[in-house]
């Protein structure tokens, strides 16, 4: 049994240590601790679950997302490998990699565009959809579970907290490239 299976346990863990980095460091808020602690935890559990859900299948998180993007882009299954990199979140070569094992699977096939012979966009296969389908449904499946667990208003608060978040390391970001919002819109 780890630490991420008993919540109460790396609660106090972590508020143990926020307190002793709250002793330390009198200038620096450390509520981080416990909640970055804790987002640590549910990454860990998450890409657990993923990998346990997708090795029967043959394929990664990173891969089943490239199936999944590709078959909920409407109106047709097919994106550039640019479009598809940025998605993902992947650099250059590990989109390459990716598209070359979906290809190899038959998930994929590269097609070049005929109004450009330079440009080729990825197009899910019939194998691919099917296989988007599966593993999508499995995970969702599992996640739902996983989730009843915080009941429909807790499941807003989390989004809305998240988005929240997300938007402060944006903030962030932002504010250590010296931008202001005033150049983002």
């Not at 299976?5 to 808020?29: I, M, N, S, T």
């Not at 549910?42 to 299948?57: G, H, K």
């Not at 429909?152 to 989390?158: A, L, Y």
């Amino acid at each position: 049994m780890s630490r991420f299976d008993r919540p109460k346990a790396l609660g106090r863990q972590l508020r143990a240590a926020a307190e002793v980095w709250r002793d330390r460091f009198e200038d620096v808020d450390s509520t981080g601790v416990e909640i970055f602690g804790r987002l640590d935890a549910v990454t860990q559990c998450w890409s657990s679950l993923c990998r346990e859900i997708l090795a029967p299948f043959g394929i990664n998180y990173a891969e089943m997302k490239t199936l999944g993007i590709l078959r909920t882009t409407r109106p047709q299954p097919r994106r550039s490998p640019t479009e598809l990199r940025q998605l993902v979140g992947q650099t250059s070569a590990g989109m390459t990699r990716i598209l070359d094992k979906l290809e190899e699977l038959d998930l994929v096939r590269r097609e070049p565009l005929e109004v450009d012979g330079r440009r080729v966009d990825i197009v899910l296969t019939r194998r691919g959809a099917l296989l988007a389908d599966r593993t999508n449904h499995t995970l969702m499946s599992r996640q739902n579970d996983v989730l009843t667990t915080l009941g429909v208003d807790g499941i807003d608060t989390m989004r809305v907290a998240l988005d929240t978040l997300l938007a402060g390391f944006a903030d962030a970001r932002d504010r250590d490239r010296g931008l202001d919002d005033d150049e983002n819109d």
